[in-house]
Each structure stands twice: as structure tokens, then as C-alpha cells.
């Protein structure tokens, strides 16, 4: 069992139905698929009184006083209920008492109509009333809960979903979250910032450590500012949004942002000496610490001075003095959001020693959300490690289509070896294995006789495997040789700055780095997501530094960059430092194709007006700030694709020699576009002066892009309904006969979707019966009844898991609704004294089809699975072993040999 609680999420919707359309039919359906991950929060709550069950059926910590809440539906007024219900009755076979009982609930709701409980009620609205009221539930047994809205997840802060908490713990959470600092209802507060930056110990931590704040030293954060040619982004008079060049802007990089130095003894105290990094999370406190010999450099610095290290002194941004030989961590007020709201305790220093004093009645302990980490996407022959590319990275480079086949050339190999060789196969089913999946079942099995690969079910789970695979390929996600690595910006520059001291000797300069992972000498190509435009493309010179070698104990998941008089930041897509990643590929193809971009297109930068607007501290303008964040996050993937749609349109009059203002006019779109994306994504903590949706229809609308899309559209689109929109490339274009034919656009990603599908189909092979994979069983000990309910139970389980695939829209609960309903009825089907042969026979009666014990494909997956899960051994054992011959012919071989070697 872990460390996280699980929490009921539901819709607001549901809440509004159980509470003001009380009946039987919205009774609170009490899925725990919602969760607390393991953080300060939750050892916080559970240390004020929160409420936690065990459950031994779903292994699990379950409370019921804390409920996420969604707002993606609307409530139905009364009339669309009734259709809906009437609906249901005529096209679903329904037991008689059941449809009797819909009957009256129809009646009920037309009896009741003009009451203003079945009005309907706008998603935005219905925030708004129960984020000011709450809400009571009836769990039965008398027994409500009343609960009032509390504050946003750290997993899902930028979703517009929140938490509602138990009435009688809200107080003591919210004062503490809040450092202590009584702010209710004051309207001289950033809230948007406030609402970001309480939530910050909600994050889920992999650890904890202690570090005394007294032992930190916090120093000024540091600007470069240079001139140079960028596009601006700003909105016109008419509010629209438009991007200007400015060939001497004054671009403003914040070196340290985010970022901050911990000693390596403190690595080293919780045995993460192999780790370079840590993200860690306190009170309005959130930096990326990087592993590094502070106290040997301040040594060696005191030495180098003549000064006695045990006298020597430094100063903080206060000018207030702290030993040397104190310093175990330095950072900046970037890194300390407290530091924001000072003016609640009269200064900056006063919230420095305010905070320190609160950190320290938490017993100083910090949590740690992340280290650095390798790769899990394999390595290439020459045992380089591999990650993958985004469809957002290639098609903002000139890639052409025979480039394209040598980049995508590992994938199209690794294909076809799926497809045609068992054992890559099988590595595939291990190293994509979870607990929802059937994947070490289907190894297991083909461990004991690998004739299962020729049976119908296992060539219809490699058929749906390979394909899900090539859509994920199709969707830009190739592999190369490289990986991610988490940004430090100018680590030498920040150390010396720490001691008041300017040292450019060892600095960075330009698009240099430092990292171990690709040889030193050579330039790559680096990404970081979001990823817009030709203008994001990096190309870097690895460059080795004794300095950093000597004082910073990094990874090779780990990069030190620079921002000193370059413009990194914007080439970035607006990074910081706060555990920032960006990958980095070795590859002379991508190379070629970016130094096309690299320095030949203009950043783009945003000068768009931050919202003026105060808001007060209350439950009606969280709901205010919500709706918008709400609306902002819904908005980021039609902006990402839209920018997607300019880029294909440029490519592909580029490809076609075609030249003019046209092409200008795109690369302004895919400039808005960057912006907006980095506004949407931003919105969770800062508002902007802009209307999202009058942009995207403004986008939409022009008439640089045509009605129809680029085919890759078809596998990155998230609406079905856009299914068949795709451009074509034919001579009778836009005749009604072609209208529903695919073609490509010529740019990067249309063409990898080309190769992709011109992959040969897999070889063909004899299919073979799974009966004739079983041993043979008596009869005597198969108990008829238990075998006929233990199949009615795999059905169900087949229906509740097909549910949640339908019905759930995010992964994580989807995921916890898989999980929750196949242990509901492993648990069930445990209950029964299950024998070899009953498991044998109900396999045997299920795949040779016999009319009584017919189910589908994907539950005779389950099937196996769910005997596989009870019991691995007697589940085996009901399977022929081909394994005899092959140790037959071992022993053969063996007989050769010399006895005395086989003595020896």
C-alpha cells in the first residue's frame, strides 16, 4: 500500500442533482478514483484530524473528507432530463421494475417543472454556487458531510478542478497554507498568484530532508539585458492581437530564476549521490536545488583570499551576515513566492524571518517532488540512450521527405521487428507492463509454450499494440539518440554572485553548455516543450569547464546553459530554472535541418497587458479566477494546433516555390499562436489583458490556411468530429468525389505519417486454437454453478472497465477506475475455492465458443487475466509446457561433453 490518499471525484453536476433534485436516481456513486498524492498537504492534513479508512479490497487509503470537484458539464433543466430519460427507456432493454421506476421519476420531474431546481445551469455558474454555498452529501445512514471549497490540486492546478474539504478542517488548513497571514477578503492581494503559490505543497513528493533556514543564503536575483531584433506581440487597437519587429528590443533574461545551490552533503544524507538535482517544494517556496560543493568553494575561496575560514562572513540580500561555514543552500527571491506578499508583515526582511520561523515549526522539513532521471525509452544499438521527438519539434524544421526517412528510420526497423519477431515483441509487452495491462500474462504464458503467439486472442492484442504504436510514431514521436536534461542557468555566474564577487573566466558564453551526456566538442540540437516555431530550435556547442567538473556534481540528465547577453529564454519558449527540461539530441540529420532555424527566424516576445483587475480574497472571485483558468486550459491545444496548421501551411508553400507576403503573414500567425500557448499555460498564475477565444476565431478565420487540415492532423486531434477534414493533393481537388480522400500537406510530419504507412504487413502464420494450448482435465471436480457466476462476473468487469475507457476524460482516474473495478471482482471471483479444472474448463468452454459461454475478444483477455491475477501458478499450469523437448535436446548436447568436464 502506498503512501497516497484516495478521494472522490466527481462532477459538479452530480453534487448539484444529489443536493437540490434530491432522489433516489442522484444518489452519490462513491468512486475513489480521485487522489492526495503523498506531500506536505497530506501529512499536514492527517496530522489535523483527517479522516482515513483502509480498504483491504482496493488496498488502498481512502477519505471521505476531502472530494475533487470537475466542472465540464452543465446541469440539464428538467425538460432535457426527461428527453434524456425517455431516450434511454426506448432505446436500452431494461428490467420492467427499473423502467417503471425511470416512468415515475418522469412524472415527477413534469409535476415539478416550474420549480427552479431543474432550471439548467452554465458550468460557470455552477462554480460560482458552490464555491460561495458548499455542499452537504448523503452517504445514508443519516450521516451528511458538509463541505466548503478549499483550494486547488498541485497535479491538476492548471485544470480548473478544486478541492472541496470537510467544514471543520478548512480553517486550520488555510491558515496554515498561508504562512499564518489572515488574508481573507483583502483586495490588495495578487489572488491568482496566491491561489498558485498555496498549492505549492500539494505537489506529490518522492521524499523528504531538512535543511535548517538558517543555513540558507538568500541573495539578489541578477538581469541581463541586451538589445536585439525580435518580433513583438502585442494587441492593436481593435484588441486583436498582432506581432511588430523591433530590431533594438531590450530582451531581459532573469539568470538564476528558480534555480538554487544545495551542498552535496545533503545528497549524500539521503543517498542520492548519483543524483544532481532536486525540486523542492515548502510554503510559497518552490526551486530546483543543484548538487554542488558550496562549502569546498567558499573554503577555497576564503584560502585563495588569505581570510580564516571560520571568521569569514557573507551577506544577504538584506545585508544581513551569515557565517560561511553556515551556507549549505543559496537562492534567490524567485525561488521564495512569500517574498511577494511582504507588505503583510511591512517589509521584505520582516516575511524572510516570518517564513524562516515557519518553516522551522514544520520541524525545517522540505519536500522533494523530483531528482533528475535517465530515459526509460531504450538505447539504440550502440547502447545510446533514446528519447522521443514531439510533432511540434519536427514540423518546425525544413525536414524534407528523404530526411524524414532517415530520421524515422530506428522507428520503421523496430515496426517491422514487432510485427515478424516474437522476442521484440515480448520485450515490448515487458517494458510496457502496468497493473491494468495484460501484459506479463500474455509473457508468462508464452514462457511456458510460445505456440500462444499463433492463437487469435494474443495476434489480436500484437495487432492493437503495433497499431497504437505507430499512431503514437504518427503523432511526431520518434526516437534519437539523447535524452531530457534539466536546465541550470549560468551555475559558475551564480556561485560567484552568491560571495559579491564577478568572475567571467569560467563563464559560458553564447549557445555554449556543459553537460556529460553527448561528447564535449560537438553541437546538438535541443527542444523544450511548449515548442511553437522555427524560432524555438537550439543548436548548442558542448563545451567541457573545469569549474563546473570541480564545484557542481551533476548527472548527465543535467545542463548548464547561458542567458548572459543571448537570448535563451525566448528561444525557449519563456524557460526558467525551476526544473525546466529540455532535451538534447545527437543527430547530424536533425543538425543539418536546424541550423536552417537556428538564428535565421526572429524571437518572438509578449508585451501583451497583464490583467489590472483586483480581486478580493473570497469564494466568489476564486470561482471568477477558476472559470478563467478553466476556459484558458481548454483553449491551449486548439492554440498549439492552430500554430501547427500555419507551420504546415508555410512548409508546404515553401516546398512548393512558392514566395511572397503570404509567407510572412504565416510566420506572424505562428508568432501569436507561441504567444497565446505560453498565456494559456501561464493563466494557472498570472492574467492577461486578452480574449483567448477572439484570437483563436481570429486565427480560424483567416485566410492564409485552408478548410481542410494536414493528414498527421487524424492522429493529433483530440475531436472525432474532425475526423474526415483532411487536405488532399489530387487533380480533382475539391470535387464531392474526393471530398472524404486523405492526402498530405508537404511539410515534416504528413511525410513521416507516409512512411509510416507504407510499412509492409506483418508476415503471415498459421493461426492455431487456444483449446489446443490446455491440458486436459477430468470432470469430475468442475462445479457448474461457480464456473457459469464467475463468468457473469468477467462480464461485468468487462462492462465497468469499457465504462470508465467512455466515460472518464482524465488518464489518472480512468486509470484508478480500471484498477478499482478489476480488483472489485478479482476480489469477488477470490471468494470461490477455484480448482485446476473448473479454470481449465471455463477457458476451454469460452474460446471454443460455445453459445452459452460466448463473450468477446477483449474479455476473453480479461478472462485470462483475471485467473492470471488469483493465481499465477495454478493459471499456468493449465497450459501444455513446450519447454520439455528444448530440455531434451540440452541433455543431448550435454551427453557429448566430456565427463570429467561435468565433473569439474
Request: aromatic share 10%; charged share 30%.
Given at each position: 500500500?502506498?503512501?497516497?490518499?484516495?478521494?472522490?471525484?466527481?462532477?459538479?453536476?452530480?453534487?448539484?442533482?444529489?443536493?437540490?433534485?434530491?432522489?433516489?436516481?442522484?444518489?452519490?456513486?462513491?468512486?475513489?478514483?480521485?487522489?492526495?498524492?503523498?506531500?506536505?498537504?497530506?501529512?499536514?492534513?492527517?496530522e489535523?484530524?483527517?479522516?482515513?479508512?483502509?480498504?483491504?479490497?482496493?488496498?488502498?487509503?481512502?477519505?471521505?473528507?476531502?472530494?475533487?470537484?470537475?466542472?465540464?458539464?452543465?446541469?440539464k433543466?428538467g425538460?432535457?432530463?426527461?428527453?434524456?430519460?425517455?431516450?434511454?427507456?426506448?432505446?436500452?432493454?431494461?428490467?420492467?421494475?427499473?423502467?417503471e421506476?425511470?416512468?415515475?421519476?418522469?412524472?415527477?420531474?413534469?409535476s415539478?417543472?416550474?420549480?427552479?431546481?431543474?432550471?439548467?445551469?452554465?458550468?460557470?455558474?455552477?462554480?460560482?454556487?458552490?464555491?460561495?454555498?458548499?455542499?452537504?452529501?448523503?452517504?445514508?445512514?443519516?450521516?451528511?458531510?458538509?463541505?466548503?471549497?478549499?483550494?486547488?490540486?498541485?497535479?491538476?492546478?492548471?485544470?480548473?478542478?478544486?478541492?472541496?474539504?470537510?467544514?471543520?478542517?478548512?480553517?486550520k488548513?488555510?491558515?496554515?497554507?498561508?504562512?499564518?497571514?489572515?488574508?481573507?477578503?483583502?483586495?490588495?492581494?495578487?489572488?491568482?498568484?496566491?491561489?498558485?503559490?498555496?498549492?505549492?505543497?500539494?505537489?506529490?513528493?518522492?521524499?523528504?530532508?531538512?535543511?535548517n533556514?538558517?543555513?540558507i543564503?538568500?541573495?539578489?536575483?541578477?538581469?541581463?539585458?541586451?538589445?536585439?531584433?525580435?518580433?513583438?506581440?502585442?494587441?492593436?487597437?481593435?484588441?486583436?492581437?498582432?506581432?511588430?519587429?523591433?530590431?533594438?528590443?531590450?530582451?531581459?533574461n532573469?539568470?538564476?530564476?528558480?534555480?538554487?545551490?544545495?551542498?552535496?552533503?545533503?545528497?549524500?544524507?539521503?543517498?542520492?549521490?548519483?543524483?544532481g538535482?532536486?525540486?523542492?517544494?515548502?510554503?510559497?517556496?518552490?526551486?530546483?536545488?543543484?548538487?554542488?560543493?558550496?562549502?569546498?568553494?567558499?573554503?577555497?575561496?576564503?584560502?585563495?583570499?588569505?581570510?580564516?575560514?571560520?571568521?569569514?562572513?557573507?551577506?544577504?540580500?538584506?545585508?544581513?551576515?551569515?557565517?560561511?561555514?553556515?551556507?549549505?543552500?543559496i537562492?534567490?527571491?524567485?525561488?521564495?513566492?512569500?517574498?511577494?506578499?511582504?507588505?503583510?508583515?511591512?517589509?521584505?526582511?520582516?516575511?524572510?524571518?516570518?517564513?524562516?520561523?515557519?518553516?522551522?515549526?514544520?520541524?525545517?522539513?522540505?519536500?522533494?517532488c523530483?531528482?533528475?532521471?535517465?530515459?526509460?525509452?531504450?538505447?539504440?544499438?550502440?547502447?545510446?540512450?533514446?528519447?522521443?521527438?514531439?510533432?511540434?519539434?519536427?514540423?518546425?524544421?525544413?525536414?524534407?521527405?528523404?530526411d524524414?526517412?532517415?530520421?524515422?528510420?530506428?522507428?520503421?526497423?523496430?515496426?517491422?521487428?514487432?510485427?515478424?519477431?516474437?522476442?521484440?515483441?515480448?520485450?515490448?509487452?515487458?517494458?510496457?507492463?502496468?497493473e491494468?495491462?495484460?501484459?506479463?500474462?500474455?509473457?508468462?504464458?508464452?514462457?511456458?509454450?510460445?505456440?500462444i503467439?499463433?492463437?487469435?486472442?494474443?495476434?489480436?492484442?500484437?495487432?492493437?499494440?503495433?497499431?497504437?504504436?505507430?499512431?503514437?510514431?504518427?503523432?511526431?514521436?520518434?526516437r534519437?539518440?539523447?535524452?531530457?536534461?534539466?536546465?541550470?542557468?549560468?551555475?559558475?555566474?551564480?556561485?560567484?554572485h552568491?560571495?559579491?564577487?564577478d568572475?567571467s573566466?569560467?563563464?559560458?558564453?553564447?549557445?555554449?553548455?556543459?553537460?556529460?551526456?553527448?561528447?564535449?566538442?560537438?553541437?546538438?540540437?535541443a527542444?523544450?516543450?511548449?515548442?511553437?516555431?522555427?524560432?524555438?530550435?537550439?543548436v548548442?556547442?558542448?563545451?567541457?569547464?573545469?569549474?563546473?567538473s570541480?564545484?557542481?556534481?551533476?548527472?548527465?540528465?543535467?545542463?548548464?546553459?547561458?542567458?548572459?547577453?543571448?537570448?535563451?529564454?525566448?528561444?525557449?519558449?519563456?524557460?526558467?530554472?525551476?526544473s525546466?527540461?529540455?532535451?538534447?539530441?545527437?543527430?547530424?540529420?536533425?543538425?543539418?535541418?536546424?541550423?536552417?532555424?537556428?538564428?535565421?527566424?526572429?524571437?518572438?516576445v509578449?508585451?501583451?497587458?497583464?490583467?489590472?483587475?483586483?480581486?478580493?480574497?473570497?469564494?466568489?472571485?476564486?470561482?471568477?479566477?477558476?472559470?478563467?483558468?478553466?476556459?484558458?486550459?481548454?483553449?491551449?491545444?486548439?492554440?498549439?494546433?492552430?500554430?501547427?496548421?500555419?507551420?504546415?501551411?508555410y512548409?508546404?508553400l515553401?516546398?512548393?516555390?512558392?514566395?511572397?507576403?503570404?509567407?510572412?503573414?504565416?510566420?506572424?500567425?505562428?508568432?501569436?499562436?507561441t504567444?497565446l500557448?505560453?498565456?494559456a499555460?501561464?493563466?494557472?498564475?498570472?492574467?492577461?489583458?486578452?480574449?483567448?477565444?477572439?484570437?483563436?476565431?481570429?486565427?480560424?478565420?483567416?485566410?492564409?490556411?485552408?478548410k481542410?487540415?494536414p493528414?498527421?492532423?487524424?492522429?493529433?486531434?483530440?475531436?472525432?468530429?474532425?475526423?474526415?477534414?483532411?487536405?488532399?493533393?489530387?487533380?480533382?481537388?475539391?470535387?464531392?468525389?474526393?471530398?472524404?480522400?486523405?492526402?498530405?500537406?508537404?511539410?515534416?510530419?504528413?511525410?513521416?505519417?507516409?512512411?509510416l504507412?507504407?510499412?509492409?504487413?506483418?508476415?503471415?502464420?498459421?493461426?492455431?486454437?487456444?483449446?489446443?494450448?490446455l491440458n486436459?482435465?477430468s470432470?469430475?471436480?468442475?462445479?457448474?454453478?461457480?464456473?457459469?457466476?464467475?463468468?457473469?462476473?468477467?462480464?461485468?468487469?468487462?462492462?465497468?472497465?469499457?465504462?470508465?475507457?467512455?466515460?472518464?476524460?482524465?488518464?489518472?482516474?480512468?486509470?484508478?477506475?480500471?484498477?478499482?473495478?478489476?480488483?472489485?471482482?478479482?476480489?469477488?471471483?477470490?471468494?470461490?475455492?477455484i480448482k485446476?479444472?473448473?479454470?481449465?474448463?471455463?477457458?476451454?468452454?469460452?474460446?471454443?465458443?460455445?453459445?452459452?459461454?460466448?463473450?468477446?475478444?477483449?474479455?476473453?483477455?480479461?478472462?485470462?487475466?483475471?485467473?492470471?491475477?488469483?493465481?499465477k501458478?495454478m493459471?499456468?499450469?493449465?497450459?501444455?509446457?513446450?519447454?520439455?523437448?528444448?530440455?531434451?535436446?540440452?541433455?543431448?548436447?550435454?551427453?557429448?561433453?566430456?565427463?570429467?568436464?561435468?565433473?569439474?
Amino acid at each position: 500500500m502506498n503512501n497516497n490518499v484516495y478521494i472522490m471525484s466527481l462532477e459538479g453536476t452530480e453534487i448539484y442533482e444529489h443536493q437540490y433534485r434530491n432522489d433516489d436516481n442522484y444518489s452519490i456513486k462513491q468512486k475513489y478514483i480521485g487522489m492526495i498524492p503523498y506531500s506536505l498537504e497530506l501529512r499536514k492534513l492527517r496530522e489535523v484530524g483527517l479522516k482515513v479508512v483502509e480498504s483491504k479490497k482496493y488496498d488502498k487509503l481512502m477519505t471521505r473528507d476531502l472530494i475533487n470537484v470537475k466542472f465540464d458539464w452543465k446541469v440539464k433543466k428538467g425538460e432535457k432530463v426527461i428527453e434524456g430519460l425517455r431516450e434511454k427507456i426506448e432505446k436500452q432493454e431494461l428490467k420492467e421494475e427499473y423502467k417503471e421506476k425511470l416512468l415515475e421519476f418522469i412524472k415527477t420531474i413534469n409535476s415539478e417543472i416550474e420549480d427552479e431546481r431543474w432550471n439548467g445551469i452554465s458550468s460557470k455558474k455552477l462554480r460560482e454556487k458552490l464555491y460561495t454555498e458548499g455542499f452537504k452529501l448523503d452517504f445514508g445512514n443519516g450521516k451528511k458531510i458538509e463541505y466548503v471549497v478549499y483550494k486547488r490540486t498541485g497535479a491538476k492546478s492548471r485544470t480548473g478542478q478544486v478541492l472541496f474539504i470537510r467544514k471543520q478542517l478548512k480553517n486550520k488548513m488555510i491558515k496554515w497554507s498561508r504562512l499564518g497571514m489572515n488574508l481573507g477578503n483583502r483586495n490588495d492581494i495578487d489572488y491568482p498568484s496566491l491561489l498558485a503559490y498555496e498549492s505549492l505543497v500539494s505537489s506529490s513528493i518522492e521524499d523528504i530532508i531538512k535543511i535548517n533556514p538558517d543555513n540558507i543564503l538568500i541573495v539578489d536575483d541578477v538581469k541581463s539585458n541586451f538589445k536585439i531584433d525580435a518580433n513583438v506581440v502585442k494587441t492593436n487597437e481593435q484588441g486583436i492581437l498582432k506581432s511588430f519587429r523591433n530590431k533594438e528590443y531590450i530582451m531581459e533574461n532573469d539568470l538564476y530564476d528558480g534555480e538554487g545551490l544545495l551542498d552535496s552533503s545533503y545528497f549524500k544524507s539521503i543517498g542520492k549521490t548519483d543524483k544532481g538535482m532536486m525540486l523542492l517544494r515548502q510554503h510559497m517556496f518552490k526551486s530546483c536545488v543543484f548538487n554542488t560543493n558550496i562549502q569546498q568553494f567558499l573554503k577555497d575561496h576564503a584560502n585563495k583570499k588569505g581570510i580564516d575560514f571560520n571568521t569569514y562572513k557573507v551577506k544577504n540580500m538584506f545585508g544581513e551576515e551569515m557565517y560561511a561555514k553556515d551556507i549549505h543552500m543559496i537562492i534567490t527571491p524567485n525561488s521564495l513566492k512569500a517574498l511577494k506578499f511582504s507588505f503583510i508583515k511591512g517589509s521584505r526582511p520582516k516575511m524572510w524571518n516570518h517564513w524562516k520561523k515557519k518553516v522551522k515549526e514544520d520541524d525545517s522539513i522540505f519536500g522533494i517532488c523530483k531528482f533528475d532521471k535517465q530515459s526509460k525509452r531504450g538505447k539504440d544499438q550502440e547502447g545510446n540512450i533514446l528519447n522521443q521527438t514531439s510533432y511540434q519539434m519536427l514540423n518546425s524544421m525544413p525536414i524534407s521527405y528523404n530526411d524524414m526517412k532517415k530520421l524515422s528510420q530506428l522507428e520503421v526497423n523496430y515496426i517491422e521487428k514487432l510485427k515478424n519477431d516474437d522476442s521484440t515483441y515480448i520485450e515490448f509487452l515487458k517494458d510496457n507492463d502496468n497493473e491494468v495491462n495484460s501484459n506479463m500474462m500474455f509473457v508468462d504464458i508464452y514462457n511456458r509454450n510460445n505456440n500462444i503467439v499463433n492463437t487469435k486472442v494474443f495476434k489480436n492484442k500484437r495487432k492493437k499494440d503495433i497499431h497504437n504504436y505507430i499512431s503514437h510514431c504518427k503523432r511526431g514521436k520518434i526516437r534519437l539518440v539523447g535524452d531530457y536534461c534539466t536546465i541550470v542557468g549560468n551555475p559558475v555566474s551564480f556561485l560567484y554572485h552568491s560571495i559579491g564577487v564577478d568572475d567571467s573566466k569560467y563563464k559560458l558564453k553564447e549557445n555554449e553548455v556543459y553537460t556529460t551526456l553527448h561528447p564535449f566538442g560537438l553541437e546538438y540540437v535541443a527542444f523544450r516543450n511548449p515548442h511553437t516555431s522555427p524560432s524555438n530550435v537550439l543548436v548548442v556547442k558542448n563545451k567541457n569547464n573545469d569549474f563546473i567538473s570541480k564545484y557542481f556534481n551533476l548527472s548527465e540528465n543535467i545542463i548548464c546553459v547561458n542567458a548572459i547577453d543571448f537570448p535563451l529564454q525566448r528561444i525557449l519558449s519563456g524557460s526558467d530554472y525551476d526544473s525546466d527540461t529540455l532535451i538534447l539530441l545527437s543527430d547530424s540529420i536533425l543538425l543539418k535541418n536546424a541550423k536552417k532555424c537556428f538564428g535565421k527566424y526572429r524571437v518572438c516576445v509578449n508585451e501583451v497587458d497583464t490583467d489590472s483587475r483586483q480581486y478580493i480574497v473570497d469564494p466568489i472571485n476564486m470561482a471568477k479566477i477558476d472559470n478563467i483558468l478553466s476556459e484558458s486550459q481548454r483553449n491551449i491545444g486548439t492554440v498549439v494546433n492552430i500554430g501547427q496548421f500555419y507551420m504546415s501551411t508555410y512548409w508546404d508553400l515553401i516546398n512548393n516555390h512558392t514566395i511572397g507576403d503570404k509567407l510572412n503573414r504565416l510566420l506572424e500567425g505562428i508568432d501569436i499562436t507561441t504567444i497565446l500557448s505560453e498565456i494559456a499555460i501561464d493563466s494557472a498564475k498570472r492574467m492577461y489583458e486578452v480574449d483567448v477565444d477572439k484570437q483563436i476565431r481570429e486565427l480560424k478565420k483567416s485566410d492564409l490556411i485552408e478548410k481542410l487540415k494536414p493528414i498527421f492532423f487524424k492522429s493529433v486531434s483530440e475531436n472525432n468530429k474532425n475526423k474526415n477534414k483532411y487536405k488532399k493533393k489530387s487533380k480533382s481537388k475539391g470535387t464531392k468525389k474526393n471530398e472524404d480522400k486523405y492526402g498530405i500537406y508537404n511539410c515534416p510530419v504528413d511525410y513521416l505519417n507516409t512512411i509510416l504507412d507504407d510499412i509492409d504487413m506483418a508476415q503471415s502464420r498459421e493461426t492455431i486454437k487456444m483449446e489446443k494450448m490446455l491440458n486436459s482435465h477430468s470432470n469430475i471436480n468442475i462445479k457448474a454453478r461457480q464456473r457459469d457466476k464467475i463468468l457473469s462476473y468477467v462480464e461485468e468487469m468487462g462492462n465497468g472497465i469499457r465504462s470508465a475507457i467512455e466515460n472518464i476524460i482524465d488518464e489518472d482516474e480512468r486509470y484508478e477506475e480500471i484498477d478499482n473495478v478489476k480488483k472489485e471482482y478479482i476480489d469477488k471471483i477470490n471468494k470461490f475455492k477455484i480448482k485446476e479444472e473448473t479454470m481449465s474448463d471455463i477457458v476451454f468452454r469460452v474460446f471454443t465458443n460455445k453459445k452459452k459461454y460466448r463473450i468477446g475478444f477483449k474479455d476473453k483477455t480479461e478472462l485470462l487475466n483475471t485467473f492470471y491475477k488469483l493465481d499465477k501458478e495454478m493459471f499456468l499450469n493449465i497450459f501444455k509446457s513446450n519447454k520439455k523437448k528444448e530440455l531434451e535436446i540440452i541433455r543431448e548436447n550435454v551427453e557429448t561433453v566430456d565427463k570429467d568436464i561435468l565433473v569439474s
